[in-house]
């Protein structure tokens, strides 16, 4: 299909159908690394008739089947140490036709966009009567940290080709700047790595292992300034060793309880009446404490805060105290 007004009308009749593949395939990503207990943003979209129509020209395409990514989702990471696990969680999931991390096509001396690329379709032995319709069709997946992603948005109208087009000294510039991107990643996950291996930062480490299973049930953002706050409080009702295993406590908790932690946290998805410290981190601790030490933590809370506040999370678990 070479002419320009035909492959117009062919895509304005096929382009609802890839939004809805983008679409069902974020839907997807984002349950699944929720599930996992990783934090990511993720996106979709189906190319506007403008941008598909220069591709074609850009890229000299003889055909309309050449675009891939008709339909693109981009997952964009908090931090630079979750990227191998989403990498890995879509390598899982979806038959993949090509896989690029455009890090090593860079080799060691070069700076440049840094990303995974993936094209990808539903596997056929997956497929069910409602995927059937997108049996075979692409879609792109980009995979970054915010970082990288603030790169690629800039880079069109900054970076394109910038180590050709550009005289030496913005050159320098881009490639100053390229450094740093790299550089705030790696320091984020160093820091973090640090911090949360630090004795004394307990209350980070207890969130952080909250957080692993609360994203599992509801992608809700939180307040962590708030958590921080609120598990500073609430820590000192477990015991040393408790805390030394903090995560298998938790974890446990999550796993007996996981049908009506899903029911809570679906059937309150809406109802902004509800109490304000549900979807915090932090309401998992609350619920477990409910379950094993209800007075002294009444107790322990009524130090610090309202109990009213604590009376709405009871009223939710169905254990009033």
Known sequence: MNDREAIREHWIAERPVYQDLGERIRADLESATRSSGIRCYCDARAKDVSSLLKKIIRRRYSSYEQVHDKAGVRVVAIFEDDIPKIETLIQNRYHIHAHQNKAESLGPDRLGYLGVHFEVSFRNELITDETEKWRGMLCEIQLHTRAQSLRAVVSHQLLYKAEQDYPIRVQRQVNRLLALIELFDEQVSSARRVIMDT???????????????????????????????????????????????????????????????????????????CSPLLFQPESILIFERLEHDPFTLREAWAQTYPLDLLEGLTAIWGDPI
Do not use: W
């Open 199 to 273: 004795s004394g930062f307990t209350e980070g480490q207890l969130l952080e292992e909250l957080e692993r299973r609360f994203y599992t049930l509801t992608a809700r953002e939180s307040d962590r300034a708030l958590s921080l706050e609120i598990i500073g409080t609430l820590e000192s009702l477990y015991s040393t060793q408790d805390l030394q295993c903090f995560g298998e406590v938790i974890e446990t908790f999550v796993n007996s309880r996981r049908e009506k932690l899903k029911f809570i946290f679906e059937q309150y998805q809406e109802d902004e009446r």
